[in-house]
Nanobody, 122 residues
Framework: QVQVVESGGGLVQAGGSLRLSCSVS????????VGWFRQTPTKEPEFVATMSPSGGSTTYADSGRFTISRDDAKNTVYLQMNSLKPEDTAVYYCAATIYDGAIPDLGGYNYWGQGTQVTVSS
C-alpha cells in the first residue's frame, strides 16, 4: 500500500509563495505519476500539475506560477507556488499512480493524500 502525505499548506497574502511537499512511501516516486490537484467546497477537483515517472515530463494547468519538482532520494514531490492569488485558495491534494504510460486523468490516480489547506488572503 502506497501512502501519500502532503504538507506545507498555510495562510499567505496575495502575491506570496508557498511550497507544498508530497511524501510518497517506498521507492515509488520514480515509478509513478505524481500529481497535484485542488478542490474548494463548491467545485470539482481541479488538476494543477503532474510529473511523469522518469521526471522528464511535467504538465501544468496554468504554467508560469507553479512548478512541480522531485527529490528521489527523499521520495518527495514538491509544488512551488508563486504569485499566489485569492482564487488559489483550496485544499491541495497529492496523488500517485504506479504507471509508466500516458498522463493519467484524475480517475487514474490510485493513491491520495489527506490534503493540505492553502488560503490566500487579498
Amino acid at each position: 500500500q502506497v501512502q501519500v502525505v502532503e504538507s506545507g499548506g498555510g495562510l499567505v497574502q496575495a502575491g506570496g509563495s508557498l511550497r507544498l511537499s508530497c511524501s510518497v512511501s517506498g521507492r515509488t516516486v520514480s515509478r509513478a505519476w505524481v500529481g497535484w490537484f485542488r478542490q474548494t467546497p463548491t467545485k470539482e477537483p481541479e488538476f494543477v500539475a503532474t510529473m511523469s515517472p522518469s521526471g522528464g515530463s511535467t504538465t501544468y494547468a496554468d504554467s508560469g506560477r507553479f512548478t512541480i519538482s522531485r527529490d528521489d532520494a527523499k521520495n518527495t514531490v514538491y509544488l512551488q507556488m508563486n504569485s499566489l492569488k485569492p482564487e488559489d485558495t483550496a485544499v491541495y491534494y497529492c496523488a500517485a499512480t504506479i504507471y509508466d504510460g500516458a498522463i493519467p486523468d484524475l480517475g487514474g490516480y490510485n493513491y491520495w493524500g489527506q490534503g493540505t489547506q492553502v488560503t490566500v488572503s487579498s
